[in-house]
């Protein structure tokens, strides 16, 4: 598996399961996180992939930085990374 923004990272230990429509509240409150969410995501995977993404952990920060702030707060990982 690659990020699926960079497409760079394939570390196994760098990759997250991102919630795509940043909707991973309503997941945690059902309980649905960790190894509940793996086995979700195994047991259902067309429908998993319209509702998850892998990114890195750079690219879900920069994720999470624009969706709460409207903007990314890390310019200088931008000019060294993109």
Not at 12 to 35: C, F, M, S, W, Y
């Amino acid at each position: 598996y690659n990020c699926k923004k960079c497409k760079k990272c394939n570390d196994p230990t760098r990759l997250e399961i991102d919630h795509i429509q940043n909707d991973g509240n309503k997941d945690r409150k059902k309980g649905n996180q960790g190894t509940v969410l793996f086995n979700t995501i195994i047991k259902n995977p067309n429908e998993s992939k319209k509702i998850y993404q892998m990114l890195c952990s750079n690219c879900n920060k920069i994720k999470k930085d624009i969706a709460e702030n409207g903007k990314c707060n890390c310019d200088l990982f931008h000019v060294s990374y993109f």
